[in-house]
């Protein structure tokens, strides 16, 4: 049979201010396919997506459904020509219940939340959800708040469906899950386009893929007769190579020894179980897990931002080979022992960095309690700030402009270079390419291993398995706060680790192999 | 499927708001600057139409209010007006570094009037049995410290516990207000009146009585400012005031420095009433502030967080209130015609802000597509 | 005695009532409108220039005028005047997306002055000595009891007595209390509240939400102004007489944690705790003074301990005082 277009951009282009997200985009998805939109990070991907959902307008251009002009001018709009966008930021209240959530903003018919709930029930069973529709969204895993979002959609009977990089936070089990529901639904005569930028998830699972590079259409190619390295190729414009460089750890010992470390968050659920590790010099330790499964607690915990119920951190100072415990230490506090720990958090600018201050206040962070003097010193800041802009290709009007206004890449090269300027002994970072290009991501990734030749115990959290296998010495997996194994990076697969995530708690001792 | 739909008409947004990239200061201040010239004038036109006199003499009659008849050598209308902006100053300058912290302190009005309270009961009842320079040093230290105490309470429940600091400050400055009105009852006997005191009043330089308010002000500007951009503490706020986590993050003892920073917010205010008390009124009722603490939230939010600009909007917004109510008085409107200007002026440049974080785009040419 | 107490605490809190239902409206959409003060000042007093001039055309003789105009016209004023200032007020903050806080207090230092600038005109224009208008004949149409309240002793007195804005403003708070948690219309505005992108992606008209909350809080507002005015005033406007209750408006709302229901029975207490001062025996009237500050003080330990106890569903609408621009990047 032949396919009918479901969905139809032309020309299209969108502008925020002077920067150009979209420009001229031409791009047709049918019914009964999958159509995977690749890029880069800040390729324009959800920008474009997001226009065809009525969250933004398009400055030129037009869109077409099923044949006919359709004027999206907002998210109501969108439902009327049966549009759904799985956002990759939940879009749920979270003080409101699942059926609350599915519910809201439909104005047909009666306000029956009851009724509702059966046809949720309904929904869930025929594509195989598990979803508890009287539960509220704070109390939520993530990949429940997805199902949500997805039957959301499902619940407006959606059948052009949008999801924006929906895998993120799912372990390769609930992926493959995820993947099989959709193909389902593809059977069903559905249309689907899902935004990504991971290639082995685009070869698996759709039917053709459209590329996009710096908002710019490149082109569409059949998924079964392409390749990896010409779909790379088509993303970044030139061939390069995707091979880091790893080397062998040197004069490894303990550097950081973490023991029984038991930590609760605020409202006493445990978040940090029993967990024991060591980082050593010159290797860099890789975290795997699915978010939000004690990561960032770890870290914070390990930079005295994090209140312990119980457990030892160690330093091992490399000159004295004294051991210092951290526990419950202020960082300023563990900063004057001298210990020279530095941080790259997830949040860059929530915390990392403050986005309305310039460079050179950025750069203060760090120092600007240094010395007796009631006033601030802004020579030694401006003079790093210069350095990094420099050594570290940051491309800026100047080291006076808010760091806000700098591209995700750049952002992140301020933070990582004051970070590394401190010389540190533990460098610690969390997910530190997300949202980056390629080019920014390897970069990062070079001044780590950098960082490694020179001795520093690196802790590094990633979220793309991909990458963890290719640049670590030994992985590390947490699952609900439990450690459920630390295997060899050179040894391991993907998969293996992929089982660790979402391993049960009980049988959490017998790998500990590490 | 696609029949069913209803056909939709052409309905694209016509006006299309954009984010502005942070457009250069001087064009800012031309428009914030521009906005008030241009509400000022239409505030003339607007008792032009109450009055029925001309616009020339509608300003005339402002000026007058404000200056007074400085060509006759006259200056006390000159130094009235420099009381009124000192003052107001002083309550927005307090408030500056609360609001730079993200801390809305909506309580300066209780937390001077807390101030001005101590300094009467040090002048009343220490005015007879301690000397001059000892009393004059307690009321100081009285002031300063109970209006620290007013800031320090909704900061400590806010660092302990979030909890919101909007509305608390808003609720105690009425408890304040009950307060003075109890101690005023009691001192005045029912009358509601408390004669001035002639003990513990401030000096008075050259025979001028609010120079001392005045030069105290200008000195707390630029202590203030000095305060904010170059020291440590300074730094500490903004970085609190614009993310908490960072503040964590490098170490920053959050709950210190939003109760640190209320303190010294609280103790402005106390010295902005202690200055109405014993440098100016030397008598206190429930309406000593009248008010201002409420129109200094706004001139320091106006003033984004600079006190020399503050200097500026207090100048604007003093001359509008006498000038407005030295109008209504000649033309025999009611005083709250001052009220109604300043209201007015302030929604204005508030409303300005839009025009210079945003622009807006309007559509054109669309060519027509057939469905 | 008991019953006059009980009594005096409902009239004193109906204003309360009015104003924090509006609030509590107004809220809901995301925005805290500290304007309320104001709002209700301009509600009262259009209410009484709309009577002024409809018991001057009459020729001051309550023989002339209809009780149904004498009722609408002010109550039709009202509304008109506060949702004006609720346009002011959603002009600014929805569409130009000004600071909320000083939006408000801008408003509400305008209202005040418009309230006591019309009001002063007004008592010139009388020229009589005293400093306030009286409107006694509308008050009196604005008053009428239940007929069969008298027949039922205390229990009559307490609950069939009162002016029919008092009624008003305890439907209007049921009313509002079943929109907002079982209907669909409740729903959508309160997620608009919580989190307006969310709203706005589930196709919810966002900007009409929170322009339609703030205008309908601030004509129900605008109405405990009205009356204050024409059923606790007895139709005496005299200026700067309603004083702070607008604050204590907005303190009810935290006290009745959001809730329309609470606000009704929060509304009385705060009534009584008002009134306290003047029914316990032997208080001097200095000590009258410091009890006028219970509601206040009661206000702040209920706002410290929902603080405390961080319940999800006591907190106040999370985007509040946020504005939303749905290009944010």
């Known amino acids: 049979m032949s396919k009918q277009p479901a969905i139809e951009l032309k020309n299209i282009t969108k502008r925020f201010g002077k920067v150009v997200a979209n420009k001229n985009v031409n791009l047709t998805a049918y019914r009964g396919e999958i159509l995977s939109i690749l890029g880069e990070n800040g390729s324009g991907k959800t920008t474009l997506m997001n226009m065809i959902s009525g969250i933004y307008f398009p400055d030129e251009g037009q869109i077409f459904v099923d044949g006919k002009e359709a004027v999206i001018a907002s998210p109501k709009d969108a439902f009327e020509y049966k549009i759904g966008m799985i956002h990759q930021h939940f879009k749920l209240v979270d003080v409101f219940t699942a059926a609350e959530n599915i519910v809201l903003g439909i104005e047909n018919g009666k306000y029956d939340l009851k009724r509702s709930t059966g046809e949720i029930r309904k929904i869930s069973e025929q594509y195989g959800f598990d979803l508890a529709a009287e539960k509220k969204i704070y109390s939520m895993s993530v990949s429940e708040k997805q199902t949500v979002e997805i039957i959301k959609v499902l619940y407006r009977g959606a059948d052009i469906l949008i999801l924006d990089e929906p895998t993120a936070v799912l372990t390769p089990q609930e992926t493959e899950k995820l993947f099989s529901i959709l193909r389902n639904m593809r059977d069903d005569g559905k249309c689907i386009i899902i935004i990504t930028h991971k290639l082995h998830e685009v070869l698996s699972l759709s039917d053709r893929v459209s590329v996009l590079r710096k908002g710019e259409y490149v082109g569409t190619v059949n998924t079964a007769e392409t390749s990896e390295s010409e779909l790379t190729e088509m993303m970044v414009g030139k061939k390069i190579e995707l091979n880091i460089e790893r080397s062998e750890p040197k004069n490894s010992t303990d550097r950081l020894y973490v023991n029984g470390v038991t930590c609760m968050d605020r409202q006493g659920a445990t978040v940090l179980d029993n967990v024991s590790f060591t980082a050593k010099s010159g290797e860099i330790l890789g975290i795997a897990g699915i978010a939000g499964s004690g990561q960032r607690e770890l870290l914070e915990s390990i930079a005295g931002l994090q209140h312990l119920s119980s457990g030892e951190i160690f330093y091992i100072d490399p000159k004295t080979d004294k051991k210092e415990n951290l526990r419950d230490k202020t960082p300023v506090q563990i900063r004057e022992m001298g210990v020279r720990l530095s941080f790259v958090p997830e949040d860059r600018l929530g915390m990392g960095l403050v986005g309305n201050m310039d460079i050179i206040d950025n750069m203060m962070l760090r120092s600007y309690s240094k010395g007796h003097s009631m006033f601030l010193q802004r020579k030694a800041p401006k003079d790093l700030a210069m350095k990094i802009i420099h050594d570290l290709e940051v491309v800026t009007p100047g080291a006076t402009t808010p760091v806000r206004r700098l591209s995700g890449g750049n952002v992140q090269k301020v933070l990582v270079g004051r970070e590394i300027a401190a010389s540190p002994t533990v460098l610690m970072v969390a997910y530190p390419v997300r949202g980056l290009d390629i080019n920014s991501s390897y970069m990062i990734y070079n001044l780590l291993n950098e960082q490694k030749e020179k001795g520093v115990a690196i802790i590094f959290v990633g979220e793309d398995l991909d990458v963890l296998v290719e640049l670590c010495d030994r992985i590390m997996v947490i699952g609900s706060g439990k450690i459920t194994g630390i295997v060899d990076a050179r040894m391991t697969t993907k998969e293996e680790i992929g089982l660790l995530m979402t391993k049960s708690k009980a049988d959490g001792k017998e790998n500990d192999n590490g | 499927m696609a029949d069913t739909k209803k056909v939709k008409a052409h309905r694209e947004p016509l006006v299309h708001i954009v984010k502005r990239d942070d457009m250069p200061s001087w064009k800012a201040w031309l428009i914030r600057i521009g906005t008030i010239v241009v509400s000022i004038f239409l505030m003339g036109c607007l008792s032009m139409m109450l009055t029925e006199r001309s616009l020339i003499d509608t300003f005339e009659i402002m000026y007058r209010g404000v200056f007074g008849r400085i060509e006759t050598g006259s200056t006390v209308m000159l130094w009235k007006y420099l009381q009124e902006i000192a003052i107001l100053l002083c309550l927005a300058l307090a408030l500056t570094p609360a609001f730079k912290m993200k801390f809305w302190n909506c309580g300066a009005e209780g937390q001077a009037l807390m101030g001005g309270l101590a300094a009467m009961v040090c002048m009343i009842e220490l005015g007879k049995t301690l000397s001059y320079p000892v009393l004059l040093v307690v009321v100081i230290v009285a002031s300063v410290v109970t209006g620290a105490v007013w800031g320090l309470i909704p900061a400590v429940f806010k660092a302990l516990f979030n909890t919101n600091e909007t509305l608390f400050t808003l609720m105690m400055n009425y408890i304040a207000t009950q307060i003075i009105a109890y101690y005023v009852y009691i001192v005045g006997g029912g009358s509601n009146v408390i004669q001035p005191v002639a003990e513990g009043n401030l000096p008075v330089i050259g025979n001028n009585r609010y120079l001392v308010n005045i030069i105290t002000v200008a000195l707390i500007t630029v202590l203030m400012y000095v305060y904010l951009k170059y020291s440590k503490h300074g730094y500490e706020i903004s970085v609190v005031g614009e993310s908490q986590n960072t503040a964590r993050y490098i170490g920053i003892n959050v709950k210190k420095v939003i109760i640190r920073t209320m303190v010294i917010s609280g103790a402005v205010c106390g010295i902005a009433g202690m200055l109405l008390v014993a440098g100016t009124d030397h008598s206190i009722n429930t309406d000593t502030v009248g008010g201002q603490g409420f129109t200094a939230i706004m001139v320091s939010w106006l003033g984004q967080f600079n006190p020399f600009i503050m200097v500026l909007m207090t100048g604007v917004i003093c001359f509008l209130r006498m000038g407005a109510a030295k109008v209504a008085d000649t033309c025999m409107l009611n005083a709250s015609f001052a009220d109604i200007v300043v209201g007015i002026v302030i929604l204005c440049v508030v409303g300005c802000e839009f025009f210079i974080r945003y622009s807006v785009k309007f559509r054109h040419g669309k060519k027509e597509v057939k469905a | ?329």
């Open chain 3, 1 to 329: 005695m008991i019953v006059q107490f009980i009594c005096r605490a409902i009239l004193l809190g109906v204003p309360l009532l009015f104003g924090s239902t509006g609030e509590i409206v107004t809220e809901k959409s995301g925005h805290l409108n500290l304007g309320i003060p104001g709002i209700m000042y301009v509600g009262a007093i259009s209410g009484v220039i709309g009577a002024f001039l409809y018991e001057n055309a009459c020729g001051n003789d309550a023989a002339n005028m209809n009780g149904v105009l004498a009722v609408l016209i002010p109550f039709v004023c009202a509304v008109l005047g506060s949702t004006l200032m609720g346009f002011i007020y959603s002009f600014l903050t929805v569409t130009l997306r000004a600071n909320q806080n000083v939006t408000g207090l801008a408003l509400t230092t305008f209202g005040i002055g418009l309230g006591n600038f019309f009001g002063g005109s007004l008592i010139k224009l009388t020229e009589t000595d005293m400093p306030s208008i009286a409107l006694t004949k509308t008050s009196a149409f604005f008053s009428v009891k239940l007929p069969f309240a008298d027949d039922l002793g205390a229990i009559g007195e307490i609950f069939f007595s009162h002016d029919f804005l008092t009624y008003l403003a305890i439907i209007i708070a049921v009313v509002v209390a079943f929109v907002l948690n079982r209907t669909r219309v409740g729903l959508n505005l309160r997620s608009v509240g919580e989190n307006p992108a969310t709203a706005d992606a589930a196709g919810i008209n966002v900007i009409r939400y929170k322009y339609v909350a703030t205008c309908i809080g601030s004509a129900i507002a605008g109405l405990g102004g009205l009356q204050y005015v024409m059923a606790y005033a007895n139709g005496v406007w005299s200026n700067n007489a309603f004083g702070d209750r607008g604050w204590m408006a907005i303190a009810l709302v935290i006290f009745a944690l959001w809730k329309p229901s609470s606000a009704i029975v929060g509304s009385f207490i705060f009534g009584a705790l008002c009134n306290a001062n003047n029914y316990i025996q032997g208080l001097g009237a200095e000590t009258q003074e410091l009890f006028k500050m219970l509601p206040y003080i009661v206000t702040i330990i209920v706002l410290i301990i929902t603080s405390m106890r961080k319940k999800r569903e006591h907190q106040p609408p999370a985007s509040l005082g946020v504005s939303y621009f749905r290009e944010e990047r």
